[in-house]
């Protein structure tokens, strides 16, 4: 019998069922005259959904009715907490009720629940971490498709696994520190079996493909070598920096947002300073050391003109050839190469705009924006690289009417032999050909980039003009990326300096001769030069004990 007051009602029944026709007696059992057969229910009217739909409170299994008074009393003082000309209040209490019955979750604190609500924080207080990470990143509409795929990836690989069922506003710096801890011990693991791996490909490689033995010992240890896990990238301390800062900033919104109170548990988090690996230039030792050991001195390195020089000899009359020279002189990335289109050339005024690129998302080939806003911007040109582009269109044209039906029209100024377009992943790939084949040492195709701000800063060009040309933000990203680039260029420049005062032949050796021929004079020597040259200087007064 349900027992109704305002704004709810409690009603009771049980599963008994009747034995004749096997149906359910409902309220129809002769048992509940008994108050204490069956189970109470309750049930209340919440404001109706935004689309006005209609939507209640419901709830079951009290043992007694006293339990459903206590559960609807509540509900009835957590709808009251929102003053009567507050609709946004009283939806927000809804949503918040319709969530617990849902989930069948116990009713929040009345008290927790009106502080949060005049705080205008989120209602939820057991919403967890992976939760507000879907929700932070599904609002980041904006972000270009790389920066969505990394933060996609942080989250996916990183935080949910470590972080996912932590509540977020129970969310601390402990929980963030040993997020890092896993990492890093899952690094040591990861480097252990990559060199276990190293170590058995380098023990097959001795043993002889001859006899029988031997080839047993290679098919037993091939067989071992696919047992063991394949290869593996470790998370660096750079990648553990962004998954700092990808934490950081969902934190953040949630802070603006006040789903959480104004504390971010990341900002709190010490890890090692991640530095970025400064450009080198392949210097004949270096050259030499890497040659003899299959190092290279640094991640990023930089050919010397010269070695740029040999390069462009070497691909002269290709394909691809003024695209290779776009970025080895005017410094455009990888994705700015493959992406002009012939409306970007201007050629009365030997100009390239750089406005769009092709981005790689996994396999897939993507059109967008320039890295950043810097990225969007106009690239002179020198004279033979215009007439460069000149003749490659007219190569183009020939092509597309050799091809005819089967040409591709993409309006690129770099295309597949079809008019398709270049795909960034194999313009990489055909790089590294190329540099091996002209034997130079090795260098990345974006380091090929670095290469142009190298010959810039060589030439005396402007480091603002520099960070231009190379779509830099910033002309201290320009400084900080080739600051060792600059040091060399400091040290030509103290010698250009020394050259410009005449001296008389001979006059500075024979002053730090001099100096290097001096002894520690004798004690109670008398007088005279202590030195053991043939100076001509005035005696010295002699040191006492």
Known sequence: MPSRNSGGAITRRCS?????????YGKSCPKLKNRRHGTWSIRHELTNR?????????????ESSNDAKEEINKVRALLAIPDEDDPAGHE???????????KKEPLPDYEETRRRLAAGQAL????TVA?????????????RKGGQSRYETDIRVHLKPHLGEVRLDKLSVPHLDRMFDAINEKNIEIQEQNDQRRAALKELQTIPWKGVENRARRKWMKASIEQMPPYRRITSISTQQHIKATIRAALNTAIAQRVIPNYNPAEHVELQPGTKPKALIWTTERVAQWRETGNKPSPVMVWTPEQTG??????????LEMMWRLIAFRGLRRGEACGPRWVDHDYKNAALYIATQLVQDGWEVLE???????????????AETNEGLKLHKEGQDAARREWGPAWQETGRIFTEEDGSLLHPGKVSDLFDRLVSEAGLPPIRLHDLRHGAATL?????????????????????ITRDVYQSVLDDLARAAAEAVVKLVPRAPGAVLSAIEHRTQRVVPTVGAESGCTCTCTCGAAPRTPLTA
């Not at 935004?50 to 009290?62: C, K, L, N, V």
């Not at 927000?92 to 849902?102: D, F, P, R, T, V």
């Not at 810097?374 to 002179?380: E, N, P, Q, S």
């Open 16 to 24: 008994c069922r009747n034995p004749e026709t096997g149906k359910n």
């Open 456 to 476: 810039m800063l060589a030439a005396g060009v402007d480091i603002k003009v520099v960070s231009e040309t190379l779509g830099h933000s910033d002309s201290r």
């Open 50 to 62: 935004p689309d006005g739909t209609r939507r209640e409170f419901r709830r079951s299994g009290f």
């Open 131 to 143: 939760e507000w990470l879907d929700t932070w990143l599904a609002g980041k509409k904006r972000l």
């Open 92 to 102: 927000a209490i809804s949503n918040m009720l319709e969530e617990c019955a849902k």
């Open 368 to 382: 967008g924006e320039p890295k950043t806003n810097g990225g969007i911007r106009a690239v002179a040109l020198d």
């Open 124 to 127: 939820n207080p057991k919403m």
């Open 310 to 319: 040999q390069f462009l000899d070497h691909i002269s009359g290709s394909r």
